[in-house]
């Protein structure tokens, strides 16, 4: 079964700055997707990047872009001028390119602080 | 924003009580998804439906039920509710399943039960 790791419970940025945030998986499979999610206090669910594995150039998307590392099984967030918006949860999350379930595999989460 | 709606957004409720949750799609996607997010362990997958009457289990399925008699509703019920059901509720929305097409959430429904 596949799993999501996001290591750091919580995280804290100066407003301007760049952060990092780290999501390892597990799977055995060669064809999948990574997603990033954004969770405001608000509760909505927003998609911020996806990635798909058979592709090596990472996504970004304005602020926003990944280092994805196959091999290493890892799909860091990093966020460039971190503005007092980013301030929210972060999920990231796994979908397999296989089966027809489609369902996503959810790592437990990084509460990101950003100070002004 | 996707056209999913969640209904009730937020419910009280007694242990042994029946609850039925409800999501709205108006854009005719086949897969829709339940999951209950808690503190501690992120979303976890409920139920997910394919297709009309169509429905299977996921990670956390004991305690619930799900229908989906319309493309557009899909529905999740806690026969009995305990006090371990107590969780925030998330629908999700995708076109197809296994695809780099992202899926598409709810603004989630806060159940307490007391």
């Known amino acids: 079964a596949q799993t999501v790791t996001q290591s750091q419970p919580e995280m804290s940025v100066q407003e301007a700055e760049t952060v990092t945030l780290s999501c390892t998986y597990d799977?055995?499979?060669?064809?999948?997707?990574l997603f990033w999610y954004k969770q405001p206090p608000s509760r909505q669910m927003i998609l911020v990047i996806r990635?798909?594995?058979?592709?090596?150039q990472n996504a970004t998307e304005n602020r926003f872009s990944v280092n994805f590392q196959k091999a290493a099984k890892s799909f860091s967030l990093k966020i460039s001028d971190s503005q007092l918006g980013d301030a929210a949860m972060y999920f990231c999350?796994?979908?397999?390119?296989?089966?027809?379930?489609?369902?996503?595999?959810f790592g437990k989460g990084t509460k990101l602080s950003v100070k002004p | 924003d996707a056209g999913i709606t969640q209904s009730p957004r937020h419910k009280v409720t007694e242990t042994g009580t029946p609850v039925t949750l409800r999501c709205h799609q108006t854009?005719?996607?086949?897969?829709m998804y339940w999951y209950r997010q808690d503190p501690g362990h992120g979303l976890r997958l409920i139920h997910y439906?394919?297709?009309?009457?169509?429905?299977d289990k996921g990670e956390v399925s004991d305690g619930y039920s799900v229908s989906r008699s319309k493309t557009e509703d899909f529905l999740l019920t806690l026969e009995s509710a305990t006090s371990s059901q107590t969780s925030v509720y998330f629908c999700?929305?995708?076109?197809?399943?296994?695809?780099?097409?992202?899926?598409?959430f709810g603004d989630g429904t806060r159940l307490s039960i007391l």
């Open positions: 999350a796994y979908r397999s390119a296989r089966g027809s379930q489609g369902n996503l595999i």
């Open positions: 990635q798909e594995a058979y592709k090596q």
């Open positions: 854009e005719n996607h086949r897969y």
């Open positions: 999700a929305i995708s076109e197809s399943g296994a695809s780099n097409q992202p899926q598409h």
């Open positions: 439906s394919y297709g009309v009457k169509d429905t």
């Open positions: 799977t055995s499979e060669s064809d999948y997707y």
